[in-house]
C-alpha cells in the first residue's frame, strides 16, 4: 500500500482511538489519515508505564513507516502517561488527548471535575497535573473503570446490555458522589459506550478527549491531503472491522495487519 506522505498518524490500544480518527474526519476532511489499533496487545490499561512506554515508541516508529508526519497519540493511558514525562526524540512529533481535554473541561467553569479513565491512567495522574496547570483551584475526582474497554472492543454499546449496564453502575455513582460538574471521558473508548453513560450522568457535561485533541491537532497543524485513510491493525482485522461496525454503526474498511515490534526493528 502507498505511503501517505504528510499524514496524519493516529493510534490507540484498538477502536478507542477511531472516535478521534471521526472528529478529524468532521473537521478536516482533506487530512490524510493513518490509523494504527494495537488490538494485540489490548487492553493498555492494565499494563505497567515501562512497557506502555516501549508501545508507544513502537507504534510511532510503525506510522513514521507508512508515512506519517505527525501523530496523535488517540490513548488516554499513553498520552497521561508522556503528559509527565515524554519519550527523548519521538520518532514522529505526537499530540496525546489529556491537554485538549484538560483545557475543554476547564472552558465549561467547571472547578470540580471528574476523569473516568484506565487504571494506568488514574494511577498517574496526567489528567490532574494538565488541569491544576491550567486551574490550579480546580478539584480532580478519579474513577477507574477496567471493564468498559473490553465491553467496547467487543463491540458491546447497548445501555440495557446487563453488563454494561453493571461495569456503569459500579463505576459511576462513586465519582458522582462528589459532584462533578464536568467529566472528562479519559479513555477514548468511553465515548463509544456513552449512550450507558450517560443514563447515569444525565446533564453534566462529558468531555470527549479524542475529539478534543482532534480539533487542537487540526487548528495547529492544519494537516492537507486528499482525505485518503489507511487501516492498520495488530490483532484480527476482521474482528475489528465487526466490533467498529456494532459500535460506529458504518461499515470500514478491512485493515491490513501489522506488527508494531517489527516496524521498531526493522
Ligand atoms: N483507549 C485507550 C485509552 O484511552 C486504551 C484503553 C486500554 O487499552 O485499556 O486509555
Do not use: W
Request: charged share 25%; net charge neutral; hydrophobic share 40%.
Amino acid at each position: 500500500m502507498a505511503e501517505l506522505a504528510g499524514a496524519v498518524g493516529i493510534f490507540d490500544s484498538g477502536l478507542g482511538g477511531l472516535t478521534a480518527l471521526l472528529a478529524m474526519e468532521e473537521l478536516c476532511p482533506e487530512a490524510d489519515i493513518i490509523y494504527f489499533g494495537d488490538t494485540a496487545r489490548v487492553p493498555y490499561g492494565s499494563r505497567e508505564d515501562p512497557e506502555l512506554r516501549v508501545f508507544a515508541r513502537q507504534n510511532l516508529q510503525l506510522l513514521q513507516c507508512r508515512g506519517a508526519a505527525g501523530a496523535i497519540a488517540a490513548c488516554g493511558t499513553i498520552s497521561s502517561l508522556l503528559s509527565r514525562a515524554p519519550l527523548e526524540r519521538p520518532p514522529l512529533p505526537v499530540t496525546g488527548i489529556t491537554r485538549a481535554a484538560a483545557a475543554a473541561a476547564v472552558g465549561t467553569g467547571a472547578r470540580r471535575i471528574g476523569v473516568l479513565a484506565t487504571a494506568a491512567t488514574v494511577r498517574n495522574r496526567g489528567f490532574l497535573a494538565e488541569i491544576q496547570q491550567l486551574e490550579p483551584g480546580a478539584r480532580v475526582f478519579f474513577s477507574a473503570c477496567p471493564g468498559f474497554v473490553p465491553l467496547a472492543e467487543a463491540g458491546v454499546n447497548d445501555p440495557e446490555h446487563p453488563e454494561l449496564k453493571r461495569a456503569v453502575e459500579q463505576y459511576l455513582p462513586p465519582l458522582l458522589e462528589q459532584r462533578p460538574e464536568a467529566i472528562i471521558l479519559g479513555c477514548t473508548h468511553y465515548p463509544l459506550l456513552r449512550e450507558a453513560i450517560e443514563r447515569l450522568t444525565g446533564d453534566i457535561p462529558l468531555i470527549d478527549a479524542g475529539r478534543e485533541a482532534a480539533a487542537e491537532y487540526c487548528r495547529r497543524v492544519k494537516p492537507r491531503g486528499s482525505g485518503r485513510r489507511q487501516y492498520l491493525v495488530s490483532g484480527d482485522p476482521q474482528g475489528f472491522c465487526a466490533a467498529a461496525e456494532k459500535l460506529l454503526g458504518r461499515r470500514m474498511p478491512l485493515p491490513e495487519r501489522a506488527d508494531p515490534g517489527k516496524a521498531e526493528r526493522g
